[in-house]
């Protein structure tokens, strides 16, 4: 069983920087994919990036050059640095964990979920 919980939303301008956080519980953290869903109103939720137990990322074209996620197994947590922000990242962001590979967790789902953190970038 694995708990996450995310923090780090919030407003920024576009053009700005925001870093989200997932500190995840259990002690089996090192062994699964850690990845950031979105959700914008009225849309689908959208599989972002995802950084897997072997160290291989895989990101969404649509961020790729401006967000960068990373993890931090010592304090079992993992982070979504975005940069230079667009109207359209604004979403509500979820942490996920899943037993797969980094390119393979926005087609097979992540295994859990965080409860999500809102981001909204005004133009």
């Known amino acids: 069983q694995v708990q996450l919980v995310e923090s780090g939303g919030g407003l920024v301008q576009a053009g700005g920087s925001l870093r989200l956080s997932c500190a995840a519980s259990?002690?089996?953290?090192?062994?699964?994919?850690m990845g950031w869903f979105r959700q914008a109103p009225g849309k689908q939720r959208e599989f972002v990036t995802a950084?897997?137990?072997?160290?291989?990322?895989y990101y969404i074209d649509a961020v790729k050059g401006r967000f960068t996620i990373s993890r931090d197994y010592s304090e079992n947590t993992v982070y979504l640095q975005m940069n230079s922000l667009k109207p359209e990242d604004t979403a509500v962001y979820y942490c996920?964990?899943?037993?797969?590979?980094?390119?393979?967790?926005?087609?097979?789902?992540?295994?859990?979920w965080g409860q999500g953190t809102q981001v909204t970038v005004s133009s």
């Open positions: 996920a964990a899943g037993l797969t590979a980094a390119q393979t967790m926005g087609i097979k789902g992540p295994d859990y």
């Open positions: 950084k897997g137990s072997d160290g291989s990322t």
């Open positions: 259990g002690r089996s953290f090192r062994i699964y994919a």
